[in-house]
């Protein structure tokens, strides 16, 4: 079975920094996509930055210029880097990736259990 693990959350004071790593394993084929989530209580989940195999990524307007997504395919592993943090960025992150298990014939997506993010004010 295909799974994401998450880690590096934390508990920042607000203007800090924090990043996380996520690593894809099991069965992979091919990893289309990977990305990041986040969930705050009372919110739904929203698209904090996502990263293709070809290197091509996109982020939300609100994270642009402050967090920087990676990745290291050879690794599976997808990076967010998170400077000026905000008390707004308080939320559980989650990692994503849309993944074809090996002899496989769709992409499909699965989701880590994500990281707790806490910025102090």
């Known amino acids: 079975q295909v799974q994401l693990v998450e880690s590096g959350g934390g508990l920042v004071q607000a203007g800090g920094s924090l990043r996380l790593s996520c690593a894809a394993s099991g069965s992979i084929f091919s990893i289309n996509v990977m990305g990041w989530y986040r969930q705050a209580p009372g919110n739904k989940r929203e698209l904090v930055a996502t990263?293709?195999?070809?290197?091509?990524?996109n982020y939300a307007d609100s994270m642009e210029g402050r967090f920087t997504i990676s990745r290291e395919n050879a690794k599976n592993t997808v990076y967010l880097q998170m400077s000026s943090l905000k008390p707004e960025d308080t939320a559980v992150y989650y990692c994503y990736a849309v993944i074809m298990a090996y002899r496989g014939s769709l992409y499909l997506s699965y989701w880590g259990q994500g990281t707790q993010v806490t910025v102090s004010s």
């Open positions: 990263i293709t195999s070809g290197g091509i990524t």
